[in-house]
């Protein structure tokens, strides 16, 4: 399986319509793919707070619509990161879109976790309640969205619901990137499972970004790691290790709690 993280820059100066036309033509060379993974709120920045409410899009709004043609025309999965999304008979949310290479709509989440404690994404969002998995013809993916990382619980419960593959797009900081490396290998480890882990580069707000998106094997080896800056990372895996590194090592049969 061939899977791509496109690793954006997010940075001010760039408006919302320009950066959705630029990560719609990433999309579309990424023809030949299985899979492609966009980052947490590349259409705002996960920091630019103030943005979230003026771009706010309803589920089925421009980036939706960019996105499904995007995977139609690449004939790919696409996992498209998350927007703002307005719902209108409620608060905003943090959701994640998922793509089939026909451009239909395979699933939605919206991110559990929010971020800020007592400011940002934790008081401008509402939190979503139900955990998501994709069925795809080669794996069944996880899906979660940066802040949940920390979270193992949300991961138990995406294996038990059937996923082999976990896959986190996240507008993670710079000043915390080794935890966002400890975590994504920690959370393959335990769930024996691949992690793709997509973040971001430039600057959200005056915040730096990791960047240094991630797969992770269910050994916990990286099979590939991005740089600081906007790239493209590509990389081939077999998800049939999943059941073969489970069978090996029956440590999730062992689980009491």
Same mark, same amino acid.
């Given at each position: 399986m061939r899977a791509s993280l496109i690793?954006?820059?997010?940075?001010?100066?760039e408006s919302v319509e320009s950066r959705r036309r630029r990560v719609t033509s990433l999309?579309?060379?990424?023809?030949g793919a299985d899979l492609v993974v966009l980052p947490e709120l590349w259409t705002t920045g996960a920091f630019a707070y103030e943005e979230f409410g003026r771009e706010a899009e309803p589920l089925e709004g421009p980036t939706y619509e960019a996105m499904a043609k995007a995977a139609s025309d690449a004939g790919v999965w696409l996992h498209a990161g998350s927007i703002p999304e307005r719902d209108p008979d409620g608060p905003l949310y943090n959701? /994640?879109? $998922?793509?089939? !290479?026909s451009g239909d709509l395979a699933a939605a989440y919206r991110k559990i976790h929010r971020f800020g404690f007592d400011k940002g994404e934790a008081v401008l969002m509402g939190a979503g309640r139900e955990l998501v998995t994709v069925r795809l013809p080669e794996t069944t993916l996880g899906v979660a969205t940066c802040y949940d990382l920390r979270f193992p619980e949300l991961f138990r419960g995406l294996v038990?619901?059937?996923a082999e593959t976990l896959v986190v797009p996240a507008g993670w900081?710079?000043?915390?990137r080794a935890h966002w490396t400890l975590l994504a290998q920690a959370r393959a480890v335990e769930n024996q499972a691949f992690?793709?882990?997509c973040g971001t580069a430039g600057t959200?707000?005056?915040?730096?970004?990791?960047?240094? /998106?991630? $797969?992770?094997? !269910?050994?916990?080896?990286?099979?590939a790691q991005a740089g600081a800056d906007e790239e493209i990372l590509t990389v081939e895996f077999d998800p049939a290790k999943v059941a073969t590194t489970r069978e090996q090592f029956p440590a999730l049969k062992d689980r009491v709690l």
């Amino acid at each position: 399986m061939r899977a791509s993280l496109i690793q954006i820059a997010v940075d001010e100066g760039e408006s919302v319509e320009s950066r959705r036309r630029r990560v719609t033509s990433l999309v579309r060379e990424q023809a030949g793919a299985d899979l492609v993974v966009l980052p947490e709120l590349w259409t705002t920045g996960a920091f630019a707070y103030e943005e979230f409410g003026r771009e706010a899009e309803p589920l089925e709004g421009p980036t939706y619509e960019a996105m499904a043609k995007a995977a139609s025309d690449a004939g790919v999965w696409l996992h498209a990161g998350s927007i703002p999304e307005r719902d209108p008979d409620g608060p905003l949310y943090n959701t /994640s879109l $998922v793509f089939s !290479p026909s451009g239909d709509l395979a699933a939605a989440y919206r991110k559990i976790h929010r971020f800020g404690f007592d400011k940002g994404e934790a008081v401008l969002m509402g939190a979503g309640r139900e955990l998501v998995t994709v069925r795809l013809p080669e794996t069944t993916l996880g899906v979660a969205t940066c802040y949940d990382l920390r979270f193992p619980e949300l991961f138990r419960g995406l294996v038990d619901a059937g996923a082999e593959t976990l896959v986190v797009p996240a507008g993670w900081p710079e000043r915390r990137r080794a935890h966002w490396t400890l975590l994504a290998q920690a959370r393959a480890v335990e769930n024996q499972a691949f992690v793709l882990a997509c973040g971001t580069a430039g600057t959200h707000a005056g915040v730096p970004q990791a960047g240094h /998106s991630i $797969v992770v094997d !269910p050994w916990g080896e990286v099979l590939a790691q991005a740089g600081a800056d906007e790239e493209i990372l590509t990389v081939e895996f077999d998800p049939a290790k999943v059941a073969t590194t489970r069978e090996q090592f029956p440590a999730l049969k062992d689980r009491v709690l």
